[in-house]
Nanobody, 123 residues
Framework: QVQLVESGGGLVQPGGSLKLSCAASGFNLAAYAIGWFRQAPGKEREGVLCISTSGGVMYLSEDVKGRFTASRDNAKRTVQLQMNSLKPEDTAVYYC????????????????WGQGIQVTVSS
């Protein structure tokens, strides 16, 4: 069945970097856009960015532009989220999710989700 599994989270100091991975199985990754979302305690889940089937990145959050980027390796069935210049407000559970067709901003257009992984930015 369709499965997405995030890895690479953890504790990092402000200003540091972290790379998350999303491992895909049960579907043809090359045919789907992949979105990254995050949810901080007490807040709604928000979009971070989406990487299209061709590798283009659509930012879903202005706050991460210039700091976060994404890449994909369809042969290895993985999508990465590279996070640089991390801030305490980036602390959240991060999720990857798949979407048919093009990237979109509405999280309800994403069909399947990973279980999420914690990222904590703190000194």
């Amino acid at each position: 069945q369709v499965q997405l599994v995030e890895s690479g989270g953890g504790l990092v100091q402000p200003g540091g970097s972290l790379k998350l991975s999303c491992a895909a199985s049960g579907f043809n990754l090359a045919a789907y856009a992949i979105g990254w979302f995050r949810q901080a305690p007490g807040k709604e889940r928000e979009g971070v960015l989406c990487i299209s089937t061709s590798g283009g990145v659509m930012y879903l959050s202005e706050d991460v532009k210039g700091r976060f980027t994404a890449s994909r390796d369809n042969a290895k069935r993985t999508v990465q989220l590279q996070m640089n210049s991390l801030k305490p407000e980036d602390t959240a559970v991060y999720y990857c999710a798949l979407r048919s067709g093009r990237c979109g901003t509405n999280r309800y257009g994403y069909n399947a989700w990973g279980q999420g992984i914690q990222v904590t930015v703190s000194s």
